[in-house]
């Protein structure tokens, strides 16, 4: 492993948004600033029931993952065109650019948007091609995650992975969002077997709010390879050593879990205790547009309030290199300009 350098604490915050990194947990539809919200309603002439932009964003105070919910399926409601979820896509990517991003693998709810009679075609070809966009002209490796709505069924899920079975090379993989308490990760077992055998790559939320048990049956029961959020570890050694042992990537998102009151504080949040326990955590923004922040903020506010260091700032990147779905001669490369960066960044006097 690299030996990190050492790097001033006061240019830290300087290094966290000059390195490269991959964001692995990001809900495109959670990506929709209220701005753009109200700039396609217009457009679509679809109603809203909020006067005005600041009206809208003083809405934004959550009490729980439920709270958010409600609100952020109903932004959704004014994606109706190809062009409106390009244009939500692209917005994000260039922003994602701007923080060094240089992976995203991206979630989308499609039963948000087929339940209103969107079509799977219109969403997947609007988001597919921001992701070719994005490699284009941003040099940003983008990928598309589908994400089944746990608080739905699982034969809604099923039907969901036919309609887009004909757009399969599309998406590298599947997810599993929304509600969680209620909803363990075993209603879904069977669709994830399929979605396996099809040879997808399988991810799920898991421990944001909900119990260790649903960590452990995401893994053993739908047998993913990545757990996102998966905070809620710390409450069980067995299952920390397991995640360790294994390796197994936990997508962290920490301006998320303060808004939705998972943790009271940002400086009680447990990301360091992950890392130094060992965990393949990284540090993802979840839903920006929401929770007051894209990556960078979410590494800068994170740091400052937790006190991490430049040893930790290398492993987080490092990790989501790791954890991503890309190929070996793609995260060789980000891993050599990570290196780039913080040997930039080593104090000479
Ligand atoms: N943080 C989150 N947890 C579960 N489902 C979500 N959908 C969008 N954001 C989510
Ligand atoms: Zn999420």
Same mark, same amino acid.
Request: aromatic fraction near 10%; charged fraction near 20%; hydrophobic fraction near 45%.
């Given at each position: 492993?690299?030996?990190?350098?050492?790097?001033? $604490?006061?240019?830290?915050?300087?290094?966290?948004?000059?390195?490269?990194?991959?964001?692995?947990?990001?809900?495109?539809? +959670?990506?929709?600033?209220?701005?753009?919200?109200?700039?396609?309603?217009?457009?679509?002439?679809?109603?809203?029931?909020?006067?005005?932009?600041?009206?809208?964003?003083?809405?934004?105070?959550?009490?729980?993952?439920?709270?958010?919910?409600?609100?952020?399926?109903?932004?959704?409601?004014?994606?109706?065109?190809?062009?409106?979820?390009?244009?939500?896509?692209?917005?994000?990517?260039?922003?994602?650019?701007? =923080?060094?991003?240089?992976?995203?693998?991206?979630?989308?709810?499609?039963?948000?948007?087929?339940?209103? +009679?969107?079509?799977?075609?219109?969403?997947?070809?609007?988001?597919?091609?921001?992701?070719?966009?994005?490699?284009?002209?941003?040099?940003?490796?983008?990928?598309?995650?589908?994400?089944?709505?746990?608080?739905?069924?699982?034969?809604?899920?099923?039907?969901?992975?036919?309609?887009?079975?004909?757009?399969?090379? /599309?998406?590298?993989?599947?997810?599993?969002?929304?509600?969680?308490?209620?909803?363990?990760?075993?209603?879904?077992?069977?669709?994830?077997?399929?979605?396996?055998?099809?040879?997808?790559?399988?991810?799920?939320?898991?421990?944001?709010? +909900?119990?260790?048990?649903?960590?452990?049956?995401?893994?053993?029961?739908?047998?993913?390879?990545?757990?996102?959020?998966?905070?809620?570890?710390?409450?069980?050694?067995?299952?920390?050593?397991?995640?360790?042992? =294994? /390796?197994?990537?936990?997508?962290?998102?920490?301006?998320?879990?303060?808004?939705?009151?998972?943790?009271?504080?940002?400086?009680?949040? @447990?990301? +360091?205790?992950?890392?130094?326990?060992?965990?393949?955590?990284?540090?993802?923004? =979840?839903?920006?547009?929401?929770?007051?922040?894209?990556?960078?903020?979410?590494?800068?506010?994170?740091?400052?309030?937790?006190?991490?260091?430049?040893?930790?700032?290398?492993?987080?990147?490092? @990790?989501?290199?790791? $954890?991503?779905?890309?190929?070996?001669?793609?995260?060789?490369?980000?891993?050599?300009?990570?290196?780039?960066?913080?040997?930039?960044?080593?104090?000479?006097?």
């Amino acid at each position: 492993m690299f030996k990190v350098p050492p790097v001033p $604490a006061r240019r830290l915050p300087e290094l966290l948004r000059a390195m490269p990194k991959a964001e692995l947990h990001i809900h495109i539809e +959670g990506s929709l600033e209220p701005e753009l919200i109200f700039a396609l309603a217009q457009r679509n002439g679809v109603a809203l029931p909020y006067a005005s932009v600041e009206a809208l964003r003083s809405a934004y105070a959550f009490t729980n993952l439920q709270s958010f919910l409600d609100i952020y399926y109903a932004g959704a409601s004014v994606l109706l065109h190809e062009q409106d979820f390009y244009d939500m896509a692209w917005a994000y990517l260039q922003r994602a650019a701007a =923080d060094q991003v240089v992976r995203a693998e991206i979630f989308f709810d499609p039963q948000t948007h087929t339940s209103r +009679g969107v079509s799977m075609q219109t969403v997947l070809q609007g988001l597919h091609r921001a992701c070719e966009d994005a490699r284009a002209q941003l040099g940003v490796s983008a990928v598309l995650i589908l994400c089944f709505l746990r608080h739905l069924s699982e034969e809604d899920a099923f039907a969901t992975l036919e309609q887009a079975l004909p757009y399969r090379d /599309r998406i590298v993989g599947v997810g599993l969002d929304s509600s969680e308490l209620g909803h363990p990760p075993e209603k879904f077992a069977r669709v994830f077997a399929r979605c396996r055998e099809l040879g997808l790559r399988l991810v799920a939320h898991a421990g944001e709010e +909900g119990p260790p048990a649903y960590i452990w049956s995401a893994l053993d029961v739908l047998k993913v390879e990545r757990i996102d959020h998966g905070v809620q570890a710390v409450h069980d050694a067995a299952l920390m050593q397991r995640l360790a042992h =294994d /390796r197994i990537p936990l997508t962290v998102c920490p301006l998320s879990n303060q808004k939705l009151c998972v943790f009271p504080d940002l400086r009680q949040h @447990n990301l +360091g205790t992950l890392l130094d326990a060992g965990l393949a955590a990284t540090v993802n923004s =979840d839903d920006p547009a929401y929770f007051g922040g894209y990556i960078n903020d979410n590494f800068t506010q994170v740091f400052a309030a937790t006190g991490l260091t430049a040893k930790h700032a290398y492993q987080l990147a490092f @990790n989501s290199f790791e $954890a991503s779905f890309a190929s070996d001669a793609e995260k060789r490369d980000w891993e050599h300009r990570l290196k780039g960066v913080f040997e930039r960044f080593v104090e000479h006097d």
